[in-house]
């Protein structure tokens, strides 16, 4: 019995590692990240961060694409090799097709959006106009919102999702962390002020 559970969670810890690729090792690559502080710091709003948002913003939707990898693998082997390694494949690719479609139909947004980089911009541009919250406005994306280093006033109220930064608390509690949240923001916005 338990030879039998070793390949079927052997075949699923697999597609769910093949089908995360994307987000969880491109943006962590040294040369992506020169230009951002290291994690957990706030990030200055400007362009390379609204990049950033909309590179993760691909990554995320990229694991479709991945999926196929263990999906025709899973496929394989259910007819012509292990049927519960190949089950284990088939499962959890097959989930997060599902789940990523279904959020889709039903209209929640990913970790990272396109909206997201136009709200980001709209700050920076107000930032820098005569309309800023302050004379040496500089906004800075914390953990849970958008403030203005100089004044402190909360710009946009935005919670802030994994920007592929290595992570801090190490190499392993971080790439365990990033699979359970899958990117999204762990703290909720605060209520608006």
Known sequence: MWAEFFEFFSGAALAYLITRIPFLTFPRVKSWNEQFPPHPEPIYVDGHLIQRVLHMRIFYWLALVFAIIPLTFGWV?????????????????????????????????????????????????ISESEDSCCPFAQPMWEITSVRCKSCGKVLLNEPRPDLGRPRSDGWIMGFIRLLVSDGRPIMSSDEEE
């Not at 997060?96 to 920076?124: C, D, H, W, Y």
């Open 77 to 125: 082997s259910l007819g012509h090799g292990s049927a519960l390694f190949g089950f284990g494949l088939w499962t959890v690719a097959g989930w997060l097709v599902l789940s990523r479609v279904t959020a889709f139909i039903a209209g929640e947004e990913a970790p990272a959006t396109k909206q997201m980089a136009m709200r980001l911009q709209n700050v920076k541009n």
